[in-house]
Nanobody, 121 residues
């Protein structure tokens, strides 16, 4: 099994920065895709960014130019550097990964439990 644990959330002022981390642990063979999503109260979960093992990267239009996704494959960790934060960025941020726990094992979609990001003065 694979577990995803997010960290780095907290309270930050508008215009500030925050860096989120998501560490995958457990039995891991490969993680071809890692994503960040976010969800504000009363709103649908929203795609934020994605990165593949080939370092193909895409961002939601709302965060382009402000957020940067990266990964450390050796550590099975994905990061989300968030700059120029706005109040509308306030949400629970979730890590999502497509992962295979062993060679030949069926890949599964895993979710972390989320980390709260609050942007407020």
């Amino acid at each position: 099994q694979v577990q995803l644990v997010e960290s780095g959330g907290g309270l930050v002022q508008p215009g500030g920065s925050l860096k989120l981390s998501c560490a995958a642990s457990g039995s891991i063979f490969r993680i071809p895709v890692m994503r960040w999503y976010r969800q504000a109260p009363g709103k649908q979960r929203e795609f934020v960014a994605v990165i593949t093992t080939g370092d193909s990267i895409n961002y939601a239009d709302s965060v382009k130019g402000r957020f940067t996704i990266s990964r450390d494959n050796a550590k099975n960790t994905v990061y989300l550097q968030m700059n120029s934060l706005k109040p509308e960025d306030t949400a629970v941020y979730y890590c999502n990964a497509v992962a295979a726990p062993a060679p030949g094992h069926t890949q599964n979609n895993y979710w972390g439990h989320g980390t709260q990001v609050t942007v407020s003065s």
